[in-house]
């Protein structure tokens, strides 16, 4: 480790010498002998110096190691002790001067090693002198400097001295500062008395600091400045009332010369100096690890950058090297010619300046062995293309390099124009034929020995493309084969590829796939897309050459979305619209297509426009019937004669004018009410149609037989109901009314006169001879007698009716037209007690009820549907058999059962009622299945049908089974059929049952046959 380590406290140092054998160390320069020293020890590749001697053991070290391969020195590192001596014990002459001079007191540094840092103390520890403009210590030379001296500055003065290394602290004698009696100083010019260098050099990256200060009276005012006039950077830094310039990070910029200036009105002084930019040196080019074989020459160079330039030296095996013989040492370069075995081992390049030192080595391996054709033999066996050039490699491990021949067979190839052979032993062969086929053999020999290498040519058919891809255009979605297929040698190996504008068609792409046998590699694209378009090419290889065709694939579609829609000029009822054109996808855009979307509306409508067809050359449309004051977006599609393509981006957001209102009120009609009322209704005008703000309707009324009209005006734009009161009013009037529209542009149309009458009253007068009877579980019959006179109008009955007296709650209500005298009321409750009631009603409302009266329904149809259903079929003739249902205490007694069914193709039910638990059917002679399902009938109504069950015509066949969803024995007779119809039969059965859902055990019987 290049390093400097300061020690007095320290009893034990280590100086590190990393690698992987044991080193020799070196001390200035002389070995250190391990053996007869007993402070020094090695630890690894250490050296651990017990009982420092700051004497025995400054100095600089180095360590040298070494192997098999040779021996290189370490980077030097110096070792020095850091000490401060104590201060001579004697008694200091007091400093005498006058009041307003200027003095210096000396610290006289004893004699240390290491850095060290300057205070001073004024009569007493622990009060310092505080430096400002006036006093200042310099670290530079451990002074204290006054500049002016005043009364208060008389004293005692001791100089404290401390190492930055070691910590430890000195104090000199005092000296005592005392003023003359004489007289006062009178003004004068400063003096610098601390200043810097006329040359400082600075390493690149430290921290510079540079000290000036200045005796005066007045006191000088210290400032700096750069001789060139350049402003100091903003990492300058000024102390002391500037008497330290401090340079933190020091660069190449911050060379140069500095001025410091002392002044005071009696005059100024100038200190200057320069600051040199310095660095150590660094690699730019080094060796690297070599081997050569023997003879050949050596050429090492090293170049390393540092300020000042560094010079250079070789060393070999820790040895340094000098031009001799066959070595040339100059500069940076080493160079050996006809090297030889010894010259092997490592070597270093050493750079030096007077900042620093720095070492790379690299090691020199002298080669020497018989030619070897290890990994590089000829392979076994090479085919070529007839009329191709062949290259066949020699390329033995020879040191030094081997002389090379060629054989074919056991003859020696002689060399033409055809067959060269290069310096390195490279043979060639050019226009090969077959004649040329056969066992080659490279022989080379050194002077260390001899091998060789064999291989054998075989020369093939050239490969030829029969049938390629050619251009082509095609639509987007379909799909095509490109061929790619060849003829070629037998002994060839083919293999196909296809790259697609310049990429490899990777496998597993969805849209591309590879077909074709051993000569052919036609590539199939699926579903084309327009990214699809442009070049693709065919690739065959073979072991001798590669081939490829070329086509150009054209892709068509419906055009790009056209671009930059925008609405340039708009009106009430028109906007123009402009926008650019898409691509056109390999298809000329033949014309455009516009379309609109309000808030209004529901997804996108297309619009009338002006021209009415829109050619692919126009890129502007008006768009008329608009609705004014509605906020409209625009986009355009374009089409052409593969289809219409993607809309466009939608166009801003554009509000078309206001307008007078041209819509009027639709449905106008009214009616009803309460007394005194004329209820006027009207269907709201939609938003799109208001065709500006505060929109509003006028309600236009009077009575029949006169002449003026009442209007009445609303701004609600969503009302539809106006009430007009008034206790004049009589009821069921004739009124003749209209409504008409306004908004913030004027007054709209009026809807046409329609007649409505005013609010009427309740019927007075009640239905008479009320009575009702239950009709099943669910339902309830009423019937009453119609009202013989009413003053009033009467629109129909309402029948009321509940469960409990005590909860109007659970309250229905069932209203008739009033020719009507009787309901059925349905969705009752069943074996329950209704209370009902009948009114008269018109739109005024009911009229009085009729006093309640009561009826309890019947009770619930039994809950269990007829099960274990069996069934015969004989023919068209069909037999039922199931087990009676029994009604429990709560149900309603049985009394038959009903029958209902259809063909499986048809909607069209038949019923059938039975009083006992079975049926006859006859079934039509159609060749299709029924369905059929069975009720209990009860005064209750009907009860759950049982589960569907499917009869399969068979004809001549007699079938029995039970019910789907019950496991059961079934038999199966057939008459006068042939073995294969029997056979044929019995798989229809199996699939009709199967397909029917149900589980059944069926048998063949005798057929006769």
């Known amino acids: 480790k290049s390093a400097v380590y300061y020690s007095c406290l320290r009893r034990v140092t280590r100086v590190s010498c990393v690698l992987h054998s044991r080193p020799l160390w070196s001390l200035n320069g002389t070995l250190i002998n391990l053996g007869l020293d007993r402070r020094r020890r090695l630890s690894g590749g250490n050296l651990i110096i017990s009982s420092l001697d700051r004497y025995q053991d400054v100095g600089m070290y180095q360590c040298m190691a070494f192997n098999a391969a040779g021996a290189v020195l370490s980077r030097r590192a110096s070792l020095q002790f850091a000490y401060l001596d104590h201060f001579k014990v004697h008694t200091r002459s007091a400093v005498s001067v006058r009041e307003g001079q200027g003095v210096v007191l000396l610290c006289g540094t004893p004699t240390s090693s290491g850095d060290l840092t300057y205070a001073w103390v004024f009569n007493e520890y622990p009060y310092f002198v505080q430096q400002d403009n006036r006093r200042f210590v310099s670290q530079q030379t451990g002074n204290l ?435 650019s054109p898409g691509r056109d996808n390999g298809s000329p855009i033949t014309h455009y297509l516009i379309q609109t979307r309000t808030p209004f509306t529901v997804g996108w409508q297309r619009v009338n426009t002006v021209p009415e067809l829109i050619d692919g050359n126009t890129l502007t449309a008006t768009v008329v019937d608009l609705n004014a004051w509605v906020e409209y977006e625009f986009r355009v599609l374009a089409k052409n004669s593969v289809g219409v393509g993607e809309p466009s981006p939608v166009s801003v957001k554009t509000r078309t004018e206001d307008a007078v209102p041209d819509a009027a009120p639709g449905d106008t009609g009214g009616g009803g009410g309460s007394r005194a009322e004329l209820v006027i209704t009207w269907e709201p005008v939609p938003e799109e149609l208001q065709n500006g703000e505060s929109f509003g309707y006028i309600i236009a009324f009077r009575a029949f037989g006169e002449v003026s009209w009442t209007h009445v005006a609303t701004s609600a734009p969503g009302a539809s109901r106006y009430v007009y009161r008034n206790d004049s009013i009589a009821p069921f009037s004739p009124f003749h009314v ?84 009787s309901v059925t009321v349905s969705g009752l409750a069943g074996n329950t007690q209704y209370f009902l009631t009948v009114s008269a009603f018109n739109t005024a409302g009911t009229g009085p009820f009729l006093p309640a009266i009561n009826v309890t329904s019947k009770k619930p149809p039994p809950s269990q549907p007829p099960l274990n259903v069996e069934w015969t079929l004989i023919g068209s003739e069909l037999s039922l058999y199931w087990e009676p249902v029994v009604a429990t205490e709560s149900e309603s007694e049985v009394t038959g059962y009903q029958l209902s069914y259809r063909r499986q193709r048809h909607k069209e039910v038949n019923k059938l009622t039975t009083a006992n638990s079975t049926a006859e059917l006859t079934l039509g002679e159609e060749d299709d299945d029924y369905i ?38 079934a038999s199966l007779s057939t008459y006068g059929l042939t073995g294969t119809s029997v056979l044929l039969f019995f798989f229809l059965y199996i699939f009709f049952f199967w397909e029917g859902g149900a589980s059944y055990y069926f048998a063949v019987l005798d057929c006769g046959v």
Request: proline residues 6%.
């Open 145 to 579: 400097y006054i500049a002016k001296v005043e009364a208060s500055d008389v004293g005692n003065y001791t100089c404290v001295v401390m190492n930055s290394v070691t910590k430890g602290k000195v104090q000199s004698s005092p000296t005592s500062l005392i003023l003359r009696t004489d007289g006062v100083m009178g003004e004068y010019e400063p003096k610098i008395e601390v200043n810097f260098p006329d040359n400082v050099p600075a390493a690149k990256g430290s921290t510079v600091t540079l000290e000036c200060f200045a005796l005066g009276n007045p006191v000088p005012e210290i400032t700096w400045k750069r001789a060139n006039g350049v402003p100091f950077p903003s990492k300058v830094k000024m102390k002391y009332s500037n008497a330290v310039l401090e340079i933190p990070s020091f660069q190449q910029e911050d060379t140069g010369g500095y001025e410091c200036v002392a002044e005071n009105k009696m005059g100024k002084n100038i200190a200057t100096g320069r600051l040199a930019f310095y660095a150590k040196p660094q690699w730019m080019q080094a060796m690297k690890d070599t081997a050569l074989a023997i003879e050949e020459r050596l050429y090492w160079e090293c170049r390393a950058n540092g300020k000042p330039k560094p010079s250079y030296t070789w060393l070999k095996n820790g040895q340094q090297l000098l031009s001799e013989d066959r070595i040339r040492v100059e500069d940076g370069v080493l160079s050996v010619s006809a090297l030889t075995l010894s010259d092997a081992g490592m070597y270093q390049c050493v750079a030096e300046n007077k900042h620093g030192v720095i070492y790379f080595a690299a090691e020199l391996m002298v080669l020497a062995s018989p030619p070897d054709f290890t990994g590089n033999v000829l392979r076994a066996l090479l085919k070529a293309k007839a009329g191709t050039t062949v290259t066949l490699e020699c390329k033995p491990q020879a040191y030094p390099t081997a002389s090379i021949l060629w054989k074919k067979g056991n003859l020696p190839i002689q060399t033409s124009e055809r067959i060269t052979l290069s310096p390195d032993g490279t043979l060639r062969l050019a226009n090969v034929s077959k004649s040329d086929a056969g066992s080659y053999t490279c022989f080379a020999r050194n002077r260390f020995g001899m091998s060789s290498t064999t291989g054998r040519l075989l020369v093939t058919d050239p490969t030829g493309i029969t049938q390629g891809p050619v251009d082509m255009e095609i639509i987007v979605g379909e799909s095509i084969v490109l061929p790619c297929q060849v003829t070629s040698d037998p002994v060839l190996d083919i293999s196909f590829s296809w790259a697609f504008n310049g990429q490899l068609i990777a496998k597993g792409d969805g849209h591309f796939e590879l077909v074709g046998g051993v000569s052919a590699g036609d590539l199939m694209i699926r579903n084309i897309q327009l990214y699809h378009a442009g070049k693709y090419i065919c690739v065959v290889d073979t072991d001798v050459e590669s081939l490829s065709a070329v086509a150009v694939l054209i892709v068509k579609g419906p055009p790009s979305p056209p671009e930059s829609v925008t609405v340039e000029e708009v009106t009430d009822s028109t906007a123009q619209l402009a926008w």
């Open 738 to 821: 209209k409504v008409g529209t306004y908004n913030s542009k004027g007054q709209g149309p009026f809807s046409p006169v329609v007649t409505i009458y005013s609010a009427e009253t309740e019927p007075s007068g009640m239905p008479a001879g009320v009575w009702a009877r239950s009709v099943s579980a669910s339902e309830i019959e009423v019937n009453w007698q119609p009202l013989s006179f009413s003053p009033e109008r009467v629109l129909g009955y309402e029948v009321a009716y509940w469960e409990d007296d005590t909860k109007p709650e659970t309250m229905g209500k069932v209203r008739v037209p009033w020719n009507q005298t």
């Open 932 to 969: 059929i399902h069975i009720q209990t009938l009860s005064e209750g109504g009907l009860g759950p049908a049982s589960d569907p069950i499917r009869i399969h015509q068979l004809s001549k066949l007699v079938v029995h089974s039970r019910g789907e969803n019950h496991s059961s024995t």
